[in-house]
Nanobody
Framework: QVQLVESGGGLVQPGGSLRLSCVAS????????MGWYRQAPGKQRELVAT???????NYADSVKGRFTITGDNAKNTVILQMNNLKPEDTAAYYC??????????WGQGTQVSVSS
């Protein structure tokens, strides 16, 4: 079982930046994907960005050019740098890890609020 701990959410004005961090612990091996999803009130959870332990990234169209996901395999950490934040980015952000050998795990979530 993999445990995920997120940090870095908060309140920011439109156009501002935030940095989310997710640290994984437990038995992590094989090929896996780590990433961030978000869920706004009344909406379904949606993909924000993912990165494989081989370094391949994937972004939702709505965040391309504004968000950057990076990973550190040695530290089992994934970072989401969010720039030029918009009110529509307001949501609970969840870290996720998925791999055929390790299954899937979710973090507890961290709130991101973008408002003036």
């Amino acid at each position: 079982q993999v445990q995920l701990v997120e940090s870095g959410g908060g309140l920011v004005q439109p156009g501002g930046s935030l940095r989310l961090s997710c640290v994984a612990s437990g038995s992590i091996f094989g090929v896996y994907v780590m990433g961030w999803y978000r869920q706004a009130p009344g909406k379904q959870r949606e993909l924000v960005a993912t990165i494989t332990n081989g370094g391949m990234t994937n972004y939702a169209d709505s965040v391309k050019g504004r968000f950057t996901i990076t990973g550190d395999n040695a530290k089992n950490t994934v970072i989401l740098q969010m720039n030029n934040l918009k009110p529509e980015d307001t949501a609970a952000y969840y870290c996720n890890v998925f791999g055929r050998d390790i299954g899937t795990s979710w973090g507890q979530g961290t709130q991101v609020s973008v408002s003036s």
